[in-house]
């Protein structure tokens, strides 16, 4: 007998089932082919980093979502944007979503934002959600380029322990486009229970970074914008100037979005990542501002079958502070001693 699965080119081995994230049995799944009931080994697949809006409208469609599938809004703007996240998931969202908030589920011991929480913190926060460990998580976010909190959040899940968990590619901007409906209903989940199991060797810190930066044996991708790597550009907080640390490359995490603010395809993001010189056959590490958009560039790698990119947490925002001056490379200003 042969099995003519069309297999998934954005980032696992898993077949191209919609109802194999679900836990939903074959004749039960009204997401159609199901395979899952007659071939046992599919229930073994992992879940994909993307689902399309079609995948997760039918979901919603079918009344899919609950205790097997949550669909998390993790929204967040820099305070120059003017925008409340809160407060515009309360005007609409896409039905039965909930609001994860990056600035609680985060460290409390700490001068930096949006550094990792602890694990018992996270299990808590998640397990309010409704999310347990067999929940298929769906995440997405609210900015104008389509992804730019939401694969920061399916980072943290995954190096949680939690591999059930997908971003919506091209965001709730193309969900918008494409006609799919929005609700302003709230929904309040029943909570449960989450276990974390941290796999702390994903997380980087200054100290990790600082000997790199003597050793470079690890390469290093920067992903802000260009004119903040350069130095040229002002950073997005007053106390921060711009620039980078050495030997950092840099890749703005928009390179791996089309214009539609949708994933690249496969051989659309390896381009992106050969024609800058990172070579995803060795260790990579990533930074940013804050460690959020630094997991646009995780995602891209584990969309080519590379899962292991690692995050510097205080990315350049501990830098900066931390740092001394010949260790900030800049065109503009630079630090003062």
């Known amino acids: ?70 669909i998390l809004d993790t929204s967040w703007y820099m305070a120059r944007l003017k925008r409340d996240a809160k407060a515009e998931f309360a005007q609409r969202h896409i039905p039965g979503s909930l609001f994860f908030d990056i600035e609680e589920c985060c460290s409390r011991g700490t001068a930096f934002e949006h ?21 298929h998580v769906v995440v997405y976010d609210c900015s104008d380029v389509g992804s730019y909190v939401a694969p920061r959040v399916w980072w943290m899940f995954r190096m949680f322990g939690h591999s059930r968990v997908s971003v919506l590619d091209g965001g709730w901007k193309n969900w918008l486009q494409d006609g799919h409906p929005v609700t302003a209903e709230r929904c309040v989940p029943e909570s449960t229970e989450f276990r974390a199991a941290a796999n702390l060797s994903w997380v980087k810190s200054y100290e990790d970074v600082l000997e790199n930066v003597g050793t470079r044996q690890v390469q290093v991708v920067d992903s802000r914008p260009v004119g903040r790597f350069r130095g040229t550009e002002p950073e997005t907080r007053d ?24 994933e690249l395809e496969t051989e ?70």
């Open 239 to 262: 106390d921060t100037l711009p620039g980078h640390f050495p030997g950092t490359i840099n890749l703005p995490f928009t390179s791996f979005l089309d214009a539609n603010g949708k």
């Open 268 to 337: 659309g993001l390896s381009k992106v990542f050969r024609e800058a010189g990172v070579d995803l056959e060795q260790p990579l590490w990533v930074t940013c501002s804050r460690g959020v958009t630094a997991c646009q560039v995780v995602l891209a790698a584990h969309l080519l079958g590379h899962p292991g990119a690692c995050v510097y947490d205080g990315s350049w925002t501990e830098w900066f502070k931390r740092a001394s001056p010949e260790l900030i490379i800049s065109e503009g200003e630079g630090k003062k001693v």
């Open 115 to 135: 550094m990792l929480p602890t694990s018992s913190h996270f299990s808590k926060y998640v397990g309010d959600l409704g999310i347990g460990n067999d929940t």
């Open 1 to 70: 007998m042969s099995l003519n699965f069309k297999l998934s080119q954005r980032g696992s081995v898993s077949p191209e089932l919609p109802c194999a994230p679900l836990g939903i049995e074959g004749t039960d799944c009204p997401l159609l082919p199901c395979f899952r009931s007659s071939f046992p080994g599919v229930m073994a697949a992992q879940t994909r980093a993307l689902v399309s809006g079609q995948w997760l409208a039918e979901a919603v469609r079918c009344n899919l979502v609950g205790p097997k599938l949550r």
